[in-house]
């Protein structure tokens, strides 16, 4: 996201619209570019959920970089066509890190990658948000 932009061919669902996610140039970007922008939930309240999605054809490999700062009862998940994908969540205070999820299966049909940031507890902590960045089809 090092344009400052969030790409028109991914959709955003927020329970409001100012509220959903954009481009944060506060944050030094992820993992692996380390500058510039990264993509930002919104604010939401306890019991919201705020979505980025992106259709595409499935790759064997699915990478991207993410940071959380949250309550542990809330959570960034991460879903493909809707189910989620395991070991794909993530609460609390961490570091920017990059994950890799390999899934073989998708290859050469269309499928729908998720990213929500889902608020169970209405409790704030820290910037109660979580970031996206370095987004990698391979």
């Not at 028109?8 to 380390?34: C, E, H, M, Q, R």
């Not at 930002?40 to 959920?49: D, P, V, Y």
């Not at 794909?88 to 990658?113: C, D, E, K, Q």
Request: aromatic content about 14%; hydrophobic content about 35%.
């Amino acid at each position: 996201f090092q344009d400052g932009i969030v790409p028109v061919s991914f959709a955003l669902t927020a329970p409001k619209n100012p509220d959903k996610w954009y481009i944060d140039t506060a944050n030094n970007g992820g993992a692996v570019s380390g500058t510039g922008s990264s993509m930002k939930s919104g604010a939401i309240l306890g019991g919201e959920t705020n979505c980025v999605s992106y259709t595409r054809m499935g790759t064997n490999d699915v990478l991207f970089s993410l940071k959380t700062d949250s309550n542990a009862s809330n959570y960034l998940m991460f879903y493909v066509d809707n189910n989620s994908v395991g070991y794909g969540s993530w609460s609390g205070p961490t570091a920017w890190r990059r994950v890799i999820f390999t899934m073989p299966n998708l290859v050469g049909t269309s499928h729908t990658y998720k990213w929500c940031y889902e608020k169970g507890s209405a409790t704030i902590t820290g910037a109660d948000a979580v970031w996206l960045d370095d987004i990698e089809f391979r």
